[in-house]
């Protein structure tokens, strides 16, 4: 993707690419966005993870606004998959992450905040066994919590448990691919942390910041599992 100006959408979350993303839009300046993409022939806006600031900046109260957000730079294109209209102009989005794109500058504010994007592939690392071993290390333990958090599923939870059998047959071996898997089923990362591998630059910088919390993750579902349902990770 070469330079482009797109829509941009500050939220309290991280948008890790290949995750799905729901939005309530509901704020005037983000319906025309909706609008807008809809009317035109491509769906995509960017997510940038707020510093500082706040995600909705208008109020039913009459002025009572919020501080206009401070964003990373870093964020992820998010494709609009879904739209549900609401009968008093709000809507419901179904979205993908994309692509990595980092911030060049801000464009305009209104109606909606835009600004101009340049592609951020990852770079490249060299094949190593250390490399190897990092990669079988992250793709053990993540198997093993997806496991430990389908044993605990309260009885009634079907979809989730068939869900979570996708994602173990899914893992992917190759290093790419690999880190951003982990990085969409970390259950514990804080934003920040997130943010963190977003920003890693290449797969295997992304993998090595990961393990540790893959790690924890492990070691708190199989605590969860022997405690039994009752106890686990999703209570």
Do not use: W
């Amino acid at each position: 993707m070469s330079d482009r100006t797109l829509p941009l959408f500050a939220l309290s979350s991280v948008l890790i690419p290949g995750a799905p993303l729901p939005l309530h839009i509901f704020e005037q300046r983000y319906r025309r966005m909706v609008a807008d993409l809809l009317a035109g022939d491509e769906r995509e806006f960017v997510i940038l993870l707020i510093k500082e600031g706040a995600e909705v900046l208008e109020s039913h109260f009459p002025g009572l606004t919020g501080q206009p957000p401070v964003t990373h730079e870093i964020g992820t294109v998010a494709h609009i998959d879904q739209v549900q209209h609401l009968p008093d102009g709000r809507s419901l989005l179904a979205c993908t992450g994309l692509e990595r794109v980092r911030l060049i500058e801000r464009t305009q504010t209104e109606p909606y905040p835009t600004g101009r994007f340049a592609a951020l592939p990852d770079g490249s690392h060299q094949p190593s066994a250390e490399a190897d071993a990092v990669v079988q290390r992250v793709r053990q333990s993540v198997r093993r919590v997806l496991e430990s958090v389908r044993v605990v599923l309260p009885p009634g939870g079907d979809a989730a448990r068939a869900g979570l059998e996708r994602a173990i047959r899914s893992i992917p071996q190759e290093a790419g691919d690999l880190s951003y898997f982990v990085a969409r089923a970390l259950f514990t990362a804080s934003n920040e942390e997130k943010q963190r591998l977003l920003e890693a630059s290449d797969p295997l910088a992304r993998l090595n910041l990961a393990l540790p919390i893959v790690l924890l993750e492990e070691h708190l579902a199989a605590q969860g599992t022997r405690a039994g349902p009752s106890r686990g990770l999703l209570n």
